[in-house]
């Protein structure tokens, strides 16, 4: 272990005017605060200093495994020794706290040291939980945690020439292990007590997956697997189940949790979590006013966290509060989004063992397993094992605890995901799927392709994949994609498309509702001047010619956007031209019927109008708005447009069959 270091410090007249804020632990948690309050304005008021046990400043401890890939250690330092210098921090390494005096307010080291506080703040972190199992201390018996821990393991592989190994437990720390054990070209076999693997955070379905996942990469897992002792013999490692034959191994890694360091505060009569842990209110407060604690040995109102980003949220609400802000800590789901052995792991939001009232939604396929946790039909949780290219929208809707409708399930289950577009995420991170161009169906992903193959502009974009050549309202997302500035669309006619649109739906559902116009009384009712339009043979000859005339003009004015070669005039004004005239034709269907629905043929053809004419006002409805809108409702417009064009489509196909009946009826009969 190293000396005392000599770092620079403050001036006596800054430390007798500024209040001692002394720091037990020197590892991610402290390094969060003090990069938060260094910021702060009101950092003068405080003389920090921070005590650590390990030879260096706080590292990455989540990318520990790095190292074995060739990373510097430097590189996995959070800031050098010379930040903290800079930032007038006393950082000791290699000294270890021993004691708490909370009457005198004093700590004291291994040197037989005394630091006096004002506040002090407890970051000792966790220690490696090691089941009580024989032969865990045999040499070849190792624990995962550290630098030294790392550089410990790396030398007894190299100059035992070790080839296999075991790894007890399979959770999150330990695939970490498993992990590193398999980067150093051991046989790995991952033992597990628990039915499944990660067993905190994976129901039985996604953790069958990520078994099968990990066994294909060449790793044996064992699950239900009760290991009762460990022994050295003849350099080798037996291992000695409850329920299995022995197998020897070379060396054992232990990565079955974790536990907070908590003795210090024990022995100085601190409160304790039921669960171990410094207890601590919302406020990282203890029992005693001026101690605090942050991270991992922290129990907030009884909860231990044991992932970073709590840990860090917790720096931060400290450095706040420490400054005069009135925040307290939230407990927000712990999420994890980690490659473990290389396959992707990622919970997020409520496990459905958090979660007493959750409905749970599922999807299986080739690309891994999925699941979203739903109470009172909103997103609280998700997990999946594989690949998942939603995941921003995902944590998105847990975060926000965003709706699930019954179409999105249904959706989910199919396909592996709710979504029918990119929602409100930049474009760049949409899904391949998502819809870009309505009117041309150019997706994303295909967008995506014509981009690497060179075409760098939004011009060359649009003509290598066809977007933004019909209505143009998708320019700018192709602008935005490949980084120019936005390009002023103008769409001619799109307030007339709006307007008619709008009246074309309302009117179609109207004229399904009401019922027919009532003719004339009697002769001598002047009525009988109007009625003759749904009475006399050649005057309804006349209209519904005109009807079909119309319809014929409208399906040419369609060719504009349907066929490639037609590309004279502007395709606003023809689509302009399409919604009015279609429009025209509900009342010209007025004028031939009287609102007379019919029966049999005739009421065929006249309700496939209708709907014709209500799907045809819906598309153009989010046709004309699909510009005007942004985020989730833009989104959705662009997702269900070319729906509502196809099924418009769809109900125009029968309608030439229906109309040829019709015309034969009344003139056969």
């Known amino acids: 272990m190293q000396g005392v270091p000599q770092l620079a410090t403050p001036s006596d007249a800054d430390v007798i005017s500024a209040e001692r804020l002394v720091f037990v632990g020197g590892g991610m948690a402290a390094h969060g605060f003090c990069k938060r309050i260094v910021e702060s304005s009101q950092r003068s008021r405080f003389a ?7 030879p260096r400043p706080a590292y990455d401890r989540v990318n520990l495994s790095s190292l074995l890939a060739g990373r510097p250690e430097s590189e996995l330092l959070l800031s050098p020794k010379e930040w903290y210098e800079q930032h007038d921090i006393l950082f000791h390494t290699g000294r270890r706290i021993t004691r708490i005096d909370l009457e005198r307010q004093q700590v004291h080291d291994d040197y037989g040291r005394v630091e006096p506080y004002d506040h002090l703040v407890l970051a000792t972190g966790s220690f490696p939980w090691v089941p009580p199992i024989s032969g865990v201390k045999s040499p070849g018996v190792f624990v995962y945690r ?14 035992r020439n070790a080839k296999t190994s075991a790894v007890i437990g399979g959770g999150l720390l330990g695939l970490e292990a498993a992990k590193v054990i398999t980067d150093l070209g051991l046989a790995t076999t991952i033992l597990e007590v628990a039915p499944g693997l990660m067993p905190r955070q994976l129901d039985a379905a996604g953790a069958k997956v990520l078994k099968e996942k990990v066994e294909s990469l060449g790793v044996d897992v064992h699950v239900t697997r009760r290991t009762k002792g460990i022994v050295a013999r003849d350099g080798k490692l037996t291992l000695e189940f409850e329920n299995a034959e022995p197998a020897e191994v070379d060396i054992v890694l232990v990565a ?9 505060a024990r022995q100085a009569g601190l409160e304790l979590g039921p669960r171990g842990g410094i207890a601590v209110n919302r406020s990282l407060q203890t029992s005693d006013p001026n101690v605090f604690a942050i991270g991992e040995c922290a129990a907030v109102e009884g909860q231990v966290h044991g992932l970073v980003a709590p840990c860090y949220r917790m720096a931060d609400v400290l450095a706040a509060r420490l400054s005069g802000e009135q925040v307290e800590f939230v407990d927000d789901e712990e999420s994890v989004e980690l490659k473990l052995l290389g396959v992707p792991v990622i919970t997020l939001g409520k496990a459905i063992g958090e979660s007493t009232s959750g409905v749970v939604v599922t999807h ?6 999925r699941k979203l ?3 009172q039909g909103r997103v609280v949780g998700a997990a999946s094992v594989g690949e998942w290219e939603d995941v921003n929208l995902i944590r998105m809707s847990v975060a926000q605890h965003k709706r699930l409708w019954p179409t999105q399930r249904v959706r989910f289950a199919r396909t592996g995901t709710p979504f029918a577009g990119g929602a409100g995420l930049p474009i760049q991170q949409w899904p391949g799927y998502a819809t870009v161009c309505s009117c041309m169906g150019v997706t994303r992903e295909k967008l995506g392709i014509a981009i690497a193959e060179g075409h760098a502009t939004m011009p060359e974009l649009s003509a290598a994949t066809g977007a933004g050549t019909a209505c143009g309202t998708c320019r700018n997302m192709l602008c935005e994609l490949v980084g120019q500035g936005a390009e002023t669309v103008h769409l001619r006619g799109n307030k007339a498309v709006l307007v008619t649109s709008v009246l074309a739906a309302c009117l179609a559902v109207v004229l399904f509702a009401m019922p027919p116009i009532p003719f004339a009384a009697s002769v001598q009712d002047s009525w009988r001047k109007v009625d003759l339009f749904w009475r006399d043979g050649f005057i309804k000859q006349v209209t519904g010619f005109s009807l079909l005339f119309l319809m014929l003009v409208a399906l040419l004015f369609s060719l504009r956007k349907r066929v490639k070669r037609v590309s004279f005039g502007d395709y606003g004004w023809w689509r302009a031209a399409h919604a009015v005239i279609g429009t025209t034709m509900l009342f010209g269907l007025i004028v031939h019927t009287g609102v007379r629905m019919g029966s049999n043929l005739n009421f065929s053809l006249s309700l496939t109008f209708l709907l014709l004419s209500l799907v045809g006002g819906l598309a153009g409805i989010a046709s004309s708005l699909e510009s005007k809108l942004s985020g989730d409702s833009a989104m959705f417009l662009r997702a269900w447009r070319p729906k509502l064009t196809w099924v418009h489509i769809a109900l125009f196909v029968p309608l030439p069959a229906l109309l040829a009946g019709h015309v034969f009826s009344v003139y056969w009969y």
Not at 256 to 264: K, M, N, S, Y
């Open 48 to 54: 920090i200093s921070v005590f650590g046990e390990e």
């Open 373 to 375: 946790i739903l109470e």
């Open 256 to 264: 079955a949790g974790i536990r907070p360091r908590d003795e210090l």
């Open 364 to 369: 299986a396929g080739k690309d891994g397993y």
């Open 146 to 159: 550290t630098v030294d821990d790392l550089e410990a393991i790396r030398r007894f592989v190299d100059t």
